[in-house]
């Protein structure tokens, strides 16, 4: 097996320095997990208001405990992380923004967008959440 | 175990797979924007007010493409994740089957749901 030595071998994960592009491409994937775990929760949240008022009053106490807000400020993030970098990878099917210069570029706005982007939900949405 | 060269893939289904699931990410973008406006105003909701919001047609309408499109987005990508994680050919197609009635289950229960409290 002497020519194995002359092929190219895909990045070794311990040893390769991480990079935005390596780094942003492995959190796609972690976050379409997270997100699946959240619509099995939104599922289910639907379903105890569906089953009624006690049910309902449940779920509303576990969304809004602690832990609660805690799991919903990590699905908010991964939604928009998700939601941003998913058009990134719309417009590398169009065949746009290929450029190394251009990847690294729309991958740091990807990361500044969710930062800005989910601070601003929260914002708005606890100030509505609290009501007049 | 030999498998056909058939030019299909992991999953025999050949380019189908990728259309859909960027077919469901382009519905799912707004749909989504949807559903984080959406949220707060339902999170501070008592069930009283959340079946009110749920009898404007927009509310149910959108929330019923929301779990098709998004439950469907989810069963591909999840596809995916195990053909590229799980290698052993028995567990690979158990892991399948175990995802597409789970996301049946999910996909049923949340648009029944939705539907009852809209009627
Ligand atoms: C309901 C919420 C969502 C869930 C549960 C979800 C879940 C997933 C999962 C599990 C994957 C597979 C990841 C992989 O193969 O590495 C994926 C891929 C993808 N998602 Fe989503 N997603 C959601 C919303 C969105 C939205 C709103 C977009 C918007 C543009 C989007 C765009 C994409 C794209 C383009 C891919 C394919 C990426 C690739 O080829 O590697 N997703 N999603």
Redesign the interface.
């Given at each position: 097996m002497a020519d194995m030595r002359e092929r190219p071998l895909s990045p070794h994960l311990q040893i390769y320095r991480p990079q935005i592009t390596s780094v942003l491409s492995i959190g796609h994937r972690a976050t379409g997990i997270v997100l699946s775990l959240g619509a099995a929760l939104l599922v289910l949240w639907l379903t105890a208001a569906a089953a009624g008022p006690d049910w309902f009053d449940i779920a509303q106490r576990c969304a809004g405990s602690w832990p609660g807000y805690a799991l919903l400020f990590v699905f908010s993030v991964c939604l928009v992380y998700h939601l941003l970098n998913g058009v990134r990878h719309l417009f590398w099917d169009a065949g746009l923004g290929f450029e190394l210069e251009t990847v690294s570029r729309t991958g740091w706005a990807v990361v500044a967008g969710t930062v800005l982007l989910t601070a601003a939900i929260w914002l708005l949405g606890l100030a509505v959440a609290e009501g007049p | 175990m030999t498998v056909e060269r058939r030019g299909l893939g992991s999953s025999r289904t050949g380019t189908s797979h990728w259309w859909r699931q960027?077919l469901t990410?382009?519905a799912?973008?707004p749909l989504?924007?949807f559903l984080?406006g959406l949220?707060?105003?339902l999170?501070?909701?008592t069930?009283?007010e959340?079946?009110e919001i749920?009898r404007i047609p927009v509310t149910p309408v959108a929330?019923v493409l929301l779990?098709a499109a998004?439950?469907y987005h989810?069963k591909l990508?999840?596809q995916v994740?195990i053909e590229d994680y799980v290698h052993g050919e028995p567990v690979k197609v158990g892991l399948r089957i175990a995802l597409t009635l789970a996301t049946c289950l999910?996909a049923a229960?949340?648009i029944?749901?939705?539907v009852?409290?809209a009627a």
């Open positions: - | 960027r990410a382009i799912l973008a989504t924007v984080v949220l707060p105003v999170a501070a909701a069930h009283e959340f079946v749920m929330l779990l998004g439950l989810m990508g999840l994740v999910l229960a949340g029944v749901s939705v009852m409290l």
